[in-house]
Nanobody
Framework: QVQLVESGGGLMQAGGSLRLSCAAS????????MGWFRQAPGKERDFVAA????????YSPDAVKGRCPISRDYAKNTMYLQMNSLKPEDTAVYYC?????????????????WGQGTQVTVSS
């Protein structure tokens, strides 16, 4: 089992920045990739970004690419999501997830482990 704990969420004003963290513990060896997803009230869980754990290669949709870079500290088993130029539409619960095999990184259904989520609220 892998345990994931997110932190860093909060109430922010539009235009601000914050950094989300996801600390992994347990049987982390063999992790293929980790990702960030977000879910706003009444909406589906959307892919934000993913990172291949060994190589550090990153993937994100064009809508957030550059504005919300993903990174990881391999030694600390921790993943980060730096969120810049925050917008009210970024308001959501942000989840981190871990994947143990080669799959489509943008599909939430492929991920094996999930954190409890951290709330990000952006006011205009």
């Amino acid at each position: 089992q892998v345990q994931l704990v997110e932190s860093g969420g909060g109430l922010m004003q539009a235009g601000g920045s914050l950094r989300l963290s996801c600390a992994a513990s347990g049987r982390t060896a063999g992790t293929y990739a980790m990702g960030w997803f977000r879910q706003a009230p009444g909406k589906e869980r959307d892919f934000v970004a993913a990172i291949k754990w060994s190589s550090g290669s990153t993937y994100s949709p064009d809508a957030v690419k550059g504005r919300c870079p993903i990174s990881r500290d391999y030694a600390k088993n921790t993943m980060y999501l730096q969120m810049n130029s925050l917008k009210p539409e970024d308001t959501a619960v942000y989840y981190c997830a871990a994947l143990r095999r080669r799959c489509v990184l943008s599909s939430s259904y492929e991920y094996d482990y999930w954190g409890q989520g951290t709330q990000v609220t952006v006011s205009s």
